[in-house]
T-cell receptor
Framework: AQKVTQAQTEISVVEKEDVTLDCVYE???????LFWYKQPPSGELVFLIR??????QNEISGRYSWNFQKSTSSFNFTITASQVVDSAVYFC?????????????????FGQGTELSVKP | DAGVIQSPRHEVTEMGQEVTLRCKPI?????LFWYRQTMMRGLELLIY????????DSGMPEDRFSAKMPNASFSTLKIQPSEPRDSAVYFC?????????????????FGPGTRLTVL
């Protein structure tokens, strides 16, 4: 069964610290997709990144970076030099693609989220 | 470009009343999803549509919940009768495709959500 685990419920850091949010996933499929979404205090869900299972290259976007390791089924998210505006709940999500009839691929399975608080 | 639009943003109603939540997906997106977010269960998929046709409604909690998509630019999620345990934030999301191709079009973009409180 598909499952996403974000073991860190809450993290609190001081501005300019680096912080890593962990994400561990379970899937039986060889083709799958991983996502990170941000939910700021205003409540909307903002897409951050999408990664497919064939691409293990790490990605960097400004102060954000993602480390994908299939060997450990992890897709961790690091914020460098954190800022107060980074305070939010961050969700990791998994989507499978199945070539079987009755394909139900594409459903996003979310982790429970990690609430990041960045203090000035 | 306009993102996913949901209305109302907040809804307070009394137990037993009918509640209708509305969603306008991003223009051109073929897939529309309804999610519910609660503290206890987190984010869970209720139902999704492809080209206005419901594909998977296995997440709909019970018969009190129903969803329709009469055209490509509008969907509703109805709860009748509503109960206090239905209190949650309901999100609508849309995408160009489903995960399954090596392209970014499967990414789901979410609306701002409707916060429902049933007293």
């Amino acid at each position: 069964a598909q499952k996403v685990t974000q073991a860190q419920t809450e993290i609190s850091v001081v501005e300019k610290e680096d912080v890593t949010l962990d994400c561990v996933y379970e899937t039986r499929d060889t083709t799958y997709y991983l996502f990170w979404y941000k939910q700021p205090p205003s409540g909307e869900l903002v897409f951050l990144i999408r990664r497919n299972s064939f691409d293990e290259q790490n990605e960097i976007s400004g102060r954000y970076s993602w480390n994908f390791q299939k060997s450990t089924s992890s897709f961790n998210f690091t914020i460098t030099a954190s800022q107060v505006v980074d305070s939010a709940v961050y969700f990791c999500a998994l989507s499978e693609y199945r070539y079987r009839p009755g394909n139900q691929g594409g459903k996003l399975i979310f982790g429970q989220g990690t609430e990041l608080s960045v203090k000035p | 470009d306009a993102g996913v639009i949901q209305s109302p943003r907040h809804e307070v109603t009394e137990m037993g009343q009918e509640v209708t939540l509305r969603c306008k997906p991003i223009s051109g997106h073929d897939y529309l999803f309804w999610y519910r977010q609660t503290m206890m269960r987190g984010l869970e998929l209720l139902i999704y549509f492809n080209n206005n046709v419901p594909i998977d409604d296995s997440g709909m909690p019970e018969d009190r919940f129903s969803a329709k998509m009469p055209n490509a630019s509008f969907s509703t999620l109805k709860i009748q009768p509503s109960e206090p345990r239905d209190s949650a934030v309901y999100f609508c999301a849309s995408s160009l495709g489903l995960a399954g191709a090596l392209r970014p079009t499967d990414t789901q973009y979410f609306g701002p959500g409707t916060r429902l409180t049933v007293l």
